[in-house]
């Protein structure tokens, strides 16, 4: 017998707390310990909408867009679509004064049709067709990034008037004897490395095109990148680089893009990008740089998605049955999985998940969340701690799925993808319906 079930007053009188970090900043539990997001029971969601369902707290995610405005005053912000993106999620970007990054013309077509300046939008090309690079040229898209000799042979041909480019070069950097291993020569990413003079010829190639007017550099360091001083070391090789391009072409670039790729904690130990220490590092990076080149500086450009939708988003499922095996290890299965969320499979994402319909009165132990598809990789979550007493039908909150799970999902084993509902003040609203078995015959044409 536990305290809670003595004093089972305990449970209303203390509401469990959850740490911003992690959770949306909205998250907190009524007195009947159901877990809430931006105003509404996250049971009632899943009773309204179904589940799996994937939740986005407006509230957060437009707290933390603003967040980065605040800390990196003097930085462009351009939200990276691919990590969320729907018409309203583009709104909301666009309503807190960011620009918006696309990597397809499904996600242009999304931008625009959420209102996004076709100005403020960044495409990135990588292995982009002739026609998709004619149709981002003819709605007037602000700046592309290309990254390979196609891109800039595929682009000269349709551009009809100057079109405002920018190279995506690898900086190679080695900080603290760690290796960006995606921002190194053997990077398997688009982009021309700065040796070995492949920047350098793809910036003859599209200088060599009057109807391309080139603005500046991009890179990419990764993903997860916590330490700040990266992003000063790219920054000062890059103004280097841009320096050799004045000094050989008498061209003076005027930007600097520096990607995204900040690190966000899904667990409580997990590191995170500390977005102060950023903006100085930033700042000090350039003064150095520019300084030691005699370089006008130029505007930067950072591109955070998962550092602002990450936190925004929490999944929703139903337990189907917990089982204990002979071990003694605890699998609790659950509606949802691989169709929903591939990245534990893809990459052995860790995530942090709570009971989300009620006080939990038993104390806590070690579960693995499997999911639906039965299969070697098929979890959710491992060595979770939840209570001891979770029971089928019980609801389970996941955080951290703002990011690379409405936009990865699939339709593996024919499920269909979960709905995308947005909750704010109170209220929800569904951003993206459930897709139907209707939905996935349509496309069929046997």
């Not at 950072?302 to 925004?312: D, F, Q, Y």
């Amino acid at each position: 017998m536990t305290l809670l079930d003595l004093l089972p007053s305990i449970g209303h009188a203390a509401p469990r707390r959850f740490d911003p970090a992690i959770w949306p900043t909205t998250a907190s539990s009524d007195e009947d310990g159901r877990l809430c997001v931006g105003g509404m029971s996250l049971s009632d969601i899943a009773d309204e909408f179904g589940t799996p369902a994937y939740v986005i707290d407006e509230t957060d995610f437009r707290h933390r867009a603003r967040r980065y405005r605040t800390a990196l005053r003097d930085v462009e912000i351009a939200y990276a679509g691919k990590s969320l993106l729907t018409t309203a999620v583009a709104r909301w970007a666009r309503e807190e004064g960011l620009g918006v990054g696309i990597c397809s013309p499904g996600e242009l077509a999304v931008a625009l049709a959420g209102g996004v300046d076709p100005s403020r939008i960044v495409m990135h090309g990588n292995t982009t067709s002739p026609d998709e690079l004619r149709d981002a040229v003819a709605v007037g898209v602000g700046r592309l990034v290309l990254d390979s000799s196609l891109d800039i042979a595929y682009l000269a041909g349709p551009a009809r008037r100057h079109q405002r480019v920018l190279i995506r070069v690898t900086p190679d950097t080695d900080i603290h004897g760690y290796r960006a291993v995606t921002a190194g020569i053997s990077d398997p990413k688009p982009g021309f490395t700065l040796t070995g003079g492949h920047a350098a010829e793809a910036v003859r190639a599209v200088l060599a095109h009057p109807i391309l007017d080139l603005i500046g550099l991009h890179c990419h360091l990764g993903s997860q990148v916590s330490d700040p001083a990266r992003y000063g070391e790219a920054i000062r090789r890059l103004v280097a680089a841009m320096a050799d391009i004045r000094a050989h072409h008498g061209v003076i670039l005027t930007e600097l893009n520096i990607g995204g790729g900040h690190a966000v904690p899904y667990l409580r130990e997990d590191p995170e990008l500390d977005l102060d220490e950023l903006a100085g590092v930033i700042e000090d990076a350039l003064d150095e740089a520019c300084a030691a080149e005699r370089f006008p500086r130029p505007a930067v450009v950072v591109e955070p998605g998962r550092g602002i939708s990450v936190r925004a988003g929490v999944t929703l499922y139903r337990i189907c049955s917990v089982k204990t095996r002979p071990n003694g290890h605890t699998v609790v299965a659950v509606d949802g999985g691989i169709s929903d969320n591939p990245r534990v499979a893809l990459g052995g994402a860790r995530y942090t998940v709570a009971l989300a319909n009620r006080h939990a009165r038993t104390e806590r132990r070690a579960v693995t969340v499997a999911g639906r598809h039965g299969e070697a990789g098929n979890e959710i979550a491992r060595d979770v701690e939840l209570p001891a007493d979770i029971r089928a039908g019980d609801l389970l909150a996941v955080a951290g799925t703002g990011s690379y799970h409405h936009s990865m999902a699939s339709n593996y084993t024919m499920v269909g993808r979960p709905p995308l509902v947005a909750v704010s003040g109170g209220r929800a609203r569904e951003l993206v319906r459930r897709e139907t078995i209707a939905d996935l015959l349509v496309r069929d044409c046997g």
